[in-house]
């Protein structure tokens, strides 16, 4: 069918309650940051979230968080550590008195292991010191490094800059929220484009592409059309009705 909106890697298939109508075939993008289609897509996105963040006027800073290899049993409990250490860090923060809002960048080094960039907005100064002595205590590397973010765009540019690597040349493994943000960074929400399904429809996820799912579908004998073909055919109808 040729779908071209997004990578179509997934069909949203409607099932109609009405026999004898067609079955409504979706494309649907697996949003996923090893796909070559959707990883420039979200990279872009998370950029402008950073971006628009970074314009608003007030104290930004860039901070780095590192790992120290040897806290580390190996790289997979580096990796699934992660998650743990950044709460650790936050709250601790937060007790210490430097609240703040934070866009977060998970990267690779070239080795495999995890660090993180962050813009972080705050009012409270943090010495380096501190920080280094709280990330140290959460589970991280001692080095940190954290800095004024004077010229925040060339900031947000650098912190998103990971996202834009190719799709499948990074060892961040499967499943990994590269990019996070807390509630209240200003910018953009997050859109999603879907539109609410049609309730006359029976609604399924299919995890092929939807050029697959559509053959398949019509291999079974149903008639099948796509979202926008079945707008036209309604509008005709409407038009050869009145
Ligand atoms: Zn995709």
Redesign the pocket.
């Known amino acids: 069918m040729g779908y071209e909106q997004?990578?179509a890697?997934w069909a949203m298939v409607g099932w109609p309650m009405v026999a004898g109508e067609p079955v409504i075939v979706c494309p649907f993008?697996?949003?996923?940051w090893r796909?070559e289609?959707?990883a420039p897509n979200k990279a872009r996105r998370w950029f402008n979230i950073a971006l628009s963040g970074a314009r608003v006027p007030g104290r930004i800073r860039f901070i780095t968080i590192t790992t120290d290899t040897s806290k580390e049993g190996g790289q997979y409990e580096a990796w699934i550590g992660q998650g743990t250490r950044w709460n650790r860090l936050r709250s601790s923060l937060k007790s210490a008195g430097y609240t703040g809002e934070y866009l977060r960048v998970l990267e690779a080094t070239k080795a495999g292991w995890p660090h993180i960039h962050l813009l972080w907005r705050g009012a409270a100064y943090i010495p380096q010191r501190r920080l280094s002595e709280l990330a140290d205590k959460a589970g991280f590397g001692r080095i940190c490094h954290i800095k004024r973010a004077d010229g925040a765009e060339g900031y947000a540019r650098y912190v998103c800059k990971y996202l834009f690597k190719a799709a499948d040349s990074t060892p961040v493994p499967f499943g990994y929220r590269r990019a996070c943000k807390s509630a209240n960074w200003p910018g953009p929400e997050w859109r999603d484009d879907a539109t609410a399904p049609d309730p006359y429809y029976r609604w399924d996820i299919m995890r092929w592409h939807a050029d697959t799912v559509a053959a398949g579908i019509a291999a079974d004998g149903y008639t099948v059309t796509t979202p926008r073909q079945q707008r036209r055919d309604m509008e005709r109808g409407a038009r050869d009705a009145g």
Request: glycine letters at 10%; proline letters at 0%; one cysteine or more.
């Open positions: 997004g990578c890697r993008k697996c949003n996923s796909c289609r959707c």
